[in-house]
């Protein structure tokens, strides 16, 4: 059974720094398409980051340049640094895997959550003005 777990959320002030991670098992994240939601109350869940299985990146427009997604292969998980964090991006944050979707497959500015059969529980993550 693939699993994907999320740690790492919190509560912050404005400007702020987080990091999250999701350990994954039962597959590897070197054959994955892995990427992060966020769905905040009374909103759809909407994309953030993605990391193909060659490491190559994508992220939507209101997080980039302040979030960075990575991974270790090594230690099969995946993280993603929030850095000048604005209330706005309070919301609770998932992780996702499609095996195989290299490439332009994995731009997660035009994948939809639906397209991911693999989720962790979430954690949530707070910011303060």
């Keep these: 059974q693939v699993q994907l777990v999320e740690s790492g959320g919190g509560s912050v002030q404005t400007g702020g720094s987080l990091r999250l991670s999701c350990e994954a098992s039962r597959f590897t994240l070197s054959s ?3 990427a992060w939601f966020r769905q905040a109350p009374g909103l759809q869940r909407e994309g953030v980051a993605g990391i193909d299985a060659y490491g190559t990146t994508t992220y939507a427009d209101s997080v980039k340049g302040r979030f960075t997604t990575s991974k270790d292969n090594a230690e099969n998980t995946l993280y993603l640094q929030m850095n000048s964090l604005k209330p706005e991006d309070t919301a609770m944050y998932y992780c996702a895997a499609y095996f195989g979707g290299a490439g332009s497959w994995c731009d ?8 991911f059969p693999y989720w962790g529980p979430g954690t949530q993550v707070t910011v303060s003005s």
């Design 32 to 34: 994955a398409c892995m």
């Design 108 to 115: 997660v500015t035009t994948r939809s959550s639906a397209d």
